[in-house]
């Protein structure tokens, strides 16, 4: 079975601080590893994907994060936040049923931007 | 540009009384999937359509039904919509089934339970 955690529901940074968001999965398999951002009343939009290739992947609005076996994690983060990143963010580990790509989802980091 | 698109944004019926929610896609992806999302949740899987076969999850409540007629459209049809099925409703394809393959959301319909 498969199952992410992330700790934090609620992150506050200053605009122009560093951004670290974190995710720890548990998987069976090899797992695929997803970051989705909701703005307010909108769906989720994919910022970054993790599927067994590069470790460190580069993902939209300057977000990137770093996929660690050896600690079951896939950290996001960004050098320096933007108000415009205030949204909520959500960590996904996906799995094949044979009809779906489904995800487990995250319980969501709501991330603050302050000036 | 290639998307799913859903209808209406805001939804507002009356408890008991039949609503369908709509979604289309132009990404003529296989896979079409429901979720349910509260507030300060994250979404919840009720179904999904692999192509024309239809797959609900255990604990989705009779209540919920869905349809696909064709590759681009899915409805979302609740039947006797109660207080606790206020809600953002999201749509989601893939292009199929594999893991590695990502989701795509619409910007999701919120209902509202009078």
């Known amino acids: 079975a498969q199952s992410v955690t992330q700790l934090g529901s609620h992150v506050s940074v200053s605009e122009g601080a560093l951004v670290l968001l974190r995710c720890n999965y548990s998987s069976s398999v090899p797992p695929y590893l997803f970051w989705y951002v909701q703005y307010p009343n909108q769906g989720l939009q994919l910022l970054l994907k993790y599927t067994s290739a590069a470790t460190l992947v580069k993902g939209i609005n300057g977000f990137e994060a770093e996929f660690k076996k050896s600690e079951t994690s896939f950290h996001l983060t960004k050098p320096s936040a933007h108000m415009s990143d205030a949204a909520e963010y959500f960590c996904?580990?996906?799995?094949?049923?044979?009809?779906?790509?489904?995800?487990?989802f995250g319980t969501g980091t709501r991330l603050q931007v302050t000036l | 540009d290639a998307m799913v698109i859903q209808n209406p944004r805001y939804q507002v019926t009356q408890f008991g009384k039949p609503v369908t929610l709509s979604c289309s896609q132009t990404?003529?992806?296989?896979?079409m999937y429901w979720y349910q999302q509260k507030s300060s949740q994250a979404p919840k899987l009720l179904f999904h359509?692999?192509?024309?076969?239809?797959?609900n999850e255990a604990d989705t409540p009779d209540n919920f039904q869905s349809r696909r007629p064709n590759t681009s459209f899915c409805f979302l049809d609740i039947r006797s919509p109660g207080l606790g099925d206020a809600a953002m409703y999201l749509c989601?394809?893939?292009?199929?089934?594999?893991?590695?393959?990502?989701?795509?959301f619409g910007d999701g319909t919120r209902l509202s339970i009078l």
């Open positions: 989601a394809t893939s292009r199929t089934s594999r893991g590695l393959q990502p989701q795509h």
């Open positions: 990404l003529n992806h296989n896979v």
């Open positions: 996904a580990v996906s799995v094949s049923t044979g009809t779906a790509s489904k995800l487990t």
């Open positions: 359509y692999y192509d024309k076969d239809f797959n």
